[in-house]
């Protein structure tokens, strides 16, 4: 555990096996819960599931969703106006599910002016994208396993309820 978190989180390599023990740790502490992955029919259901979220708690919002999550950007395309920002240059300027995926290397306040909520996904902690949303002025509803403990310390808003 020293040794993971004494790395520096200077490459992505490194900020995955921080966020991995630091996860590990809050969770053997009681501090977070739902940090093992969903998996085979579970990311459907979660989809569903935070299509009622979102509609209960913001209505009917233009989301900026970063992070391309198939089974989420299919169930939420059908509900909700949104756009798909990703990193992955083989998901950029495709069509998926209606939606043409934008390049996540955007400016997010350009979005920000266009959405009413982001849905980010964890992973941003991870990959380095993440600051820009912790300043951004529209909700953020952070999603996946990877952000646990890092939600926690900052007092982020997660959604993650079929992992385990």
């Known amino acids: 555990m020293r040794d993971a978190l004494t790395l520096p989180p200077d490459n ?22 739902n940090t093992i992955h969903c998996r085979d029919l579970e990311p459907g259901k979660c989809s569903q599931k935070l299509i009622e979220t979102i509609s209960r708690e913001y209505g009917r919002p233009h989301i ?11 169930k939420l395309a059908r509900h909700f106006e949104i756009r798909v920002f990703d990193l992955d240059p083989e998901n950029i300027g495709q ?19 266009w959405c009413d909520l982001f849905l980010a996904t964890g992973s941003t902690v991870v990959n380095g994208s993440i600051d820009p949303f912790l300043n951004v002025k529209k909700p953020v509803l952070f999603y996946g396993t990877t952000i646990a403990a890092v939600a926690d310390i900052l007092s982020l808003k997660r959604f993650c309820p079929l992992s385990l």
């Open 64 to 74: 900026a969703v970063i992070g391309l999550q198939p089974a989420m950007v299919e």
């Open 12 to 33: 992505n390599y490194n900020r995955a096996i921080i966020i991995a023990a630091l996860n590990a740790l809050y969770r053997k502490q009681g501090k977070v819960t």
């Open 95 to 113: 069509n998926k599910f209606g939606v043409t995926i934008e390049n996540g290397e955007c400016d997010p306040a350009e979005a920000d002016d």
